[in-house]
């Protein structure tokens, strides 16, 4: 069964470092998203693509975020400079045209 | 802004026993979506229903949705322990939109 993949699973960096984390939604969606999940918390969204270019953005997804999808197969979340407060889950999510959103497995960020 | 609140926060049950979680939101959806997670995993999609539909069933899950109301339930019936996990619903206001989650109804489910 096809399903979206998220590397690395987990990844320490250091503040005010960059740190890109990588997805590969599943082949035939059109839709990609990320949200994230501080511990303990709910999950939020963070932006949404379609068709090559961002179609919604929370207000969490500031000016040291951005997301690309290089090659028609993966998708990732770059955060410029990272922040203690940026320490959480990471999810990417992809959807087709039925609309229902695949999750990722997700990335565990730690900022120390 | 549209949120989802699922009620029980936390649920205890004994295996084989029913468990039924609620869901709230706030403004009108397109679809409302269920989750389960397991503790610091992904989140697994577990069934979506249709603003236009009133219950779906999967297997041993049944989810209703009232839209006057702005509720949905999730009922997972002769409960399991390997079903202890987070339940989440999320709403979209529309196709392709994003998702807002609930806080999530954590469900134990003892041997």
């Known amino acids: 069964e096809p399903e979206v993949t998220q590397t690395p699973s987990h990844q320490v960096t250091q503040m005010g470092q960059e740190v890109i984390l990588r997805c590969v939604p599943i082949s035939n969606h059109l839709y990609f998203y990320w949200y994230r999940q501080i511990l303990g918390q709910k999950v939020e969204f963070l932006v949404s693509f379609y068709n090559n270019e961002i179609s919604e953005k929370s207000e969490i997804f500031d000016d040291q975020f951005s997301v690309e999808r290089p090659d028609g197969s993966n998708f990732t979340l770059k955060i410029r400079s990272t922040k203690l407060e940026d320490s959480a889950m990471y999810f990417c999510?992809?959807?087709?045209?039925?609309?229902?959103?695949?999750f990722g497995p997700g990335t565990r960020l730690t900022v120390t | 802004s549209q949120q989802g609140e699922e009620d029980p926060q936390a649920l205890s049950i004994q295996e084989g026993e029913n468990a039924t979680m609620n869901c709230s939101y706030k403004t009108s959806i397109n679809n409302l979506q269920w989750y389960r997670q397991n503790s610091g995993r992904g989140l697994v999609h577990l069934i979506l229903i249709r603003s236009n539909e009133r219950e779906k069933h999967s297997g041993r899950l049944r989810v209703t949705l009232d839209t006057s109301k702005k509720s949905s339930s999730l009922l997972i019936t002769a409960s399991r322990a390997a079903d202890t996990a987070s339940y989440f619903c999320?709403?979209?206001?529309?196709?392709?939109?994003?998702?807002?989650f609930g806080g999530g109804t954590r469900l134990m489910v003892k041997p």
């Open positions: 999510a992809s959807s087709g045209r039925v609309y229902e959103q695949y």
């Open positions: 999320a709403t979209d206001a529309y196709a392709g939109n994003m998702l807002t």
